[in-house]
């Protein structure tokens, strides 16, 4: 397979948003590849498989995009089963056994576009379980959050108000008419892009009278009626006896709500290394306001001209768990989840315990010296044989399955695999011709081989 | 038969093989070929008494109805395997069985020294089947040899007047008559022939290993340990340096200093009817002022007989001066003192304001015993989704009128705390009750079930009622009170029997696999999950692992380890009962 330079020469980058959302459509400037299946994969998914990669080629990226977002038939069995399984978990203030079964599911899902979601909707919450201390709640949360991963954010937003998990952890498990949580509203416009300067003091706690009357009791969600202030509250302009259902809608009809959406899918699924332009997202901003249909925007952004144009291929730095899962999904293998869970925290992405309210800040925040090494390691730790994860995972073993039987075509099928071919040709070469103790087709060489490849820095990147 | 010369025997081709044309004078013992101070070195002196329980008619068909060998021997390496034998049958012309007694009946040592060399002597009945046995063995190994493109690999060469072979250009032996020497390589093979030669000093001519045999007494089966030379490894060192943990401190002490201080140990092994006795003697004593707690102070003390309960899974009994722990913890653990004092405070609350060391321990005898058992779970309670075994501590009181109130207190005050915690959490507390069994009144706590949804399907919580009563003496701290009754009953009738301490015993542990697979059997469902994310598993993968498990756990039955000093050597001894059909 030629070493390649892909997705440089791709047309109309600062072209109009006409353009920019318009359906990407092959052509020979920018032809479908390996390079943007590759691209499309690992940002609507975690990274591909070879059998997925080969089928997206064939089909052309619509259909494949397609595919990512209508479920498989065996989709809801799936997630019916992995139900169960978290459902089964011991009652605890932990939250590993869930996150292990998450990372299970995020390794074998036939969706995973719907689990990328989730974890976009996590870190967008960022519930913590520090406050929360509970594994049923935290799977209630996570559940909640999949439930709607691709469907109305009004919906979402409502959900999640009432959600005893979300509550917990904003400290508002008491919200009483003789002191309103203002922290608890303050968060709530937030997610409607309300902040400092769009929102006076005066809102925010008109908004938490509205909110009154709710508690989390025994982890489960009780209206106290008394405890509701009835009275008359001016928020955003609006009067009225406002509930917290109100103060959701009168939220979510500004302006600032969908382009707040908007903004952090665009860093989720674009770009996080460009500051898009109001006039760039209008239109996306000016549909998603309509219904706030998230499938809908989702869809809208992987057909475009802009996801698969420069301005978003490789601009963005993989997360822990997208790099863990670009060398697990694509080897098919699956691997002890439990180690997995610790080895993430320590490289700065703990799942069900986000850092901040603001989640993880993600970019360029993901990579330091202790992290490189880390991911390093990791990747060492993934492909080692005896070590934290058992036998760990055989790109030798992969590449017989694919018909690869000798060093020459292994190795560059695992190049293929985990880069696409799309790294500089001296890299491509020195790779090819010699990583020192890599030589041959033996099940130690080959893993040393991928891991060589998985430490390119074209890897870190989405 | 095939033999390529081998020039020098100093080159990397170690050897092997030797057959004496004239071997009919009586071979010496094993241990006068083989050089002295091996670290370890393990002798089964009359082969024929374990062959015959082993291959007894009835123990090879409980074998073979075990699920665990109907499942194994349709698996492609069993067959491959059974396959291996039959062809050795057919070409040696006589049943494995007999051929095993042939080959191995006159006995067999196996030793290890530090530098590495290994070398196994085993004798047999037949030399006229060893060789034959050899000759098979040659012409495969030769025959790998070629197909592997190294037929240089097997070799012999003649040292001494001895043939050595050699099947991988590593492994080295030879044949003596009946006897038959292996060695990890080809000096370790010529040692054993300089001293059949020469006959200088050997392991058996040692004072430590005469010793040592002399303890283990007419064993069919004797290890032993050179602790002396053994106690330099670093690893040793450091585990025998002490520890640090509190704990670990108090349930091991007695048996490092044991091993701290002596020079050797001799194992034995035997097997009467279906029971494996195992049994180990050091000539070291736990003397150290570090240990005097773990020692009975007179010769008619020890540690008490174990609590026999329905559903038992483990019990363990100790022989612990408490209050002399913990009053020389400053000695013992003076890296710990800030943990301890904290520790201390924190039961100085629990206790009333009183001195943990002087006010509560001491008022402690120093016999202590744990019971672990299964739980049979109310069913107008329900059924927690993890089940967890029950466990019980009965500690013995000086002055039980008196401590009894002390300790009641200590715990209603740690039950408090609990559910001041869980309140915070918004969830539900231990209900404090007071129950009576038989002539015993006895304290109690549990959670309601108002809030449970499911009653097959409770939370962890629901293994736990934690129980206290006093039995004459006897203060029982049970984690449920369905084993405090079982206990009160048992002690009640211990009481009646006056069971008496075990003499020189300082620690007993019984435990018996068949409850502990009931339990993994009760906890299926959880333990194949767990086993799903922990080592990256499909469900049926993990299903069959934990099934091999129960299995295991099922046939392996009970065991009995006892550890004690008498006679100025430190005992312990080990009884195994598989459980077979």
Known sequence: MPAQQKVETTGPVEAGPCWAWAPYEPDDERPWDLARAGHLLRRAGFGGRWDRLQEALADGPQATIDRLLQPAAEVEAFHRTYDAYEAALPRSNSVEGLTAWWLRRMIESPQPLLEKMTLFWHGYFATRNRAVQSTELMIGHVQRLRAHALGNYADLLADVVHDPAVLLALGAQENRRARPSEPFAEQLLAWCGLGPGQISRRDVHEAARALTGWFVLRHEMRFIEREHDTGVKRVLGHEGPFTGDDVLQIALAQQAAPRWVVGRLYRWLISETDEPSEELLAPLVEDFGRDYNIGDLVERMVRSNRFFSPAAYRQRVKSPVEFALGIIRPLERLVPTVPLVEHLALLGQELGDPPTSQGWAGGRYWINRATLLGRHRLAEELLAQGGAYGEGLDPAAAARRHGREDESSARAWLLALFLQDDVAPEVREHLMRAVHGANGTSSPALRHFARAVVAQPEFQLA | ?581
């Not at chain 2, 291959?55 to 665990?68: C, K, S, V």
């Not at chain 2, 070409?91 to 530090?114: I, N």
């Not at chain 2, 340096?241 to 670990?248: D, K, Q, V, W």
């Not at chain 2, 009563?469 to 449920?480: D, K, P, Q, Y």
Request: glycine residues 8%; proline residues 6%.
């Open chain 2, 1 to 581: 038969m095939f033999r390529k010369s081998v020039f020098t025997l100093s080159a990397a081709l170690p050897l092997v093989l030797l057959r004496l044309a004239g071997a009919a004078d009586p071979l010496p013992p094993a241990a006068e070929w083989l050089p002295p101070e091996p670290i370890v070195s393990i002798e089964v002196s009359d082969p024929n008494r374990l062959l015959d329980r082993l291959l007894d008619p009835h123990t090879t068909a409980a074998i073979q109805e075990t699920a665990a060998y109907q499942h194994y021997r349709k698996t492609p390496q069993m067959m491959e395997f059974l396959n291996g034998i039959r062809l050795f049958e057919a070409s040696l012309g006589v049943s494995w069985e007999t051929a095993l007694r042939k080959l191995v009946g006159g006995g067999a040592m196996v030793a290890v020294w530090p530098n590495g060399d290994a070398v196994a002597i085993i004798d047999g009945e037949d030399a006229d089947l060893l060789g034959r046995l050899h000759e098979m063995a040659l012409a495969i190994a030769q025959g790998e040899a070629e197909k592997a493109g190294q037929p240089g690999r097997v070799a012999s060469a003649d040292y001494r007047g001895v043939t050595g072979w050699t099947f991988n250009g590593e492994e080295a032996h030879a044949i003596l008559g009946t006897r038959f020497v292996l060695a990890n390589r080809a000096e370790a093979l010529r040692a054993v022939i300089d001293l059949k030669a020469e006959g200088s000093a050997n392991l058996a001519s040692t004072a430590h290993y005469r010793a040592a045999a002399e303890a283990a007494g007419s064993s069919p089966v004797m290890g032993y340990v050179d602790l002396a030379t053994l106690r330099h490894l670093t690893a040793l060192h450091n585990a025998l340096e002490g520890t640090s943990e509190p704990l670990a401190s108090l349930l091991f002490s007695g048996i490092l200093e044991s091993i701290r201080t002596s020079n050797w140990l001799a194992l034995t092994a035997d097997l009467h009817e279906s029971l494996l006795y195992v049994a180990a003697v050091t000539d070291g004593e736990p003397v150290e002022e570090a240990a005097a707690f773990a020692l009975p102070k007179s010769p008619g003390e020890g540690a008490m007989p174990n609590l026999d309960v329905p559903g038992r899974i483990a019990a363990l009994s100790l022989y612990r001066d408490l209050h002399g722990f913990y009053a020389a913890k400053d000695d013992l653990f003076p890296e710990r003192t800030s943990g301890l004092i904290f520790f201390e405070n924190m039961m100085g609350i629990f206790f009333s304001g009183r001195d943990f060391t002087e006010e509560v321990l001491a008022e402690l005898k120093p016999q202590v015993r744990l019971v672990v058992a299964e739980q049979v779970y109310d069913p107008a309670v329900g059924t927690p989704r993890v089940q967890v075994p029950a466990f019980a501590l009965v500690f013995g009181m000086h002055r039980p009128e008196s401590f009894m109130p002390v300790a009641e207190g200590a715990v209603q005050t740690a039950l408090g705390l609990v559910n001041f915690t869980r309140g915070q959490q918004g969830l539900a507390g231990l209900i404090i009750d007071r129950l009576e069994h038989g002539d015993t009144r006895f304290t109690v706590a549990y959670f309601s079930t108002v809030d449970a949804k499911d009653p097959d399907d409770l939370d962890t919580q629901f293994n736990f009622r934690p129980a206290l009563a006093r039995v004459g003496e006897f203060l029982v701290l049970s984690s449920t009170e369905g084993l405090a009754r079982d206990l009160i009953d048992v002690l009640t009738a211990e009481a009646a029997e006056a069971v008496e301490p075990l003499p020189g015993v300082h620690s007993l542990m019984e435990a018996d696999a068949t409850a502990l697979a009931s339990i993994a059997r009760a906890n299926f469902d959880q333990l194949v999950l767990n086993n799903m994310v922990e080592q990256g598993t499909s469900r049926e993968e993990s299903e069959a692992g934990i099934t091999g498990l129960i299995t295991i756990l099922e046939h392996l039955g009970r065991a009995r380890l006892e550890m004690g000093s008498q006679d100025g050597q430190t005992r312990l001894m080990l009884d195994i009962e598989p459980n077979l059909p």
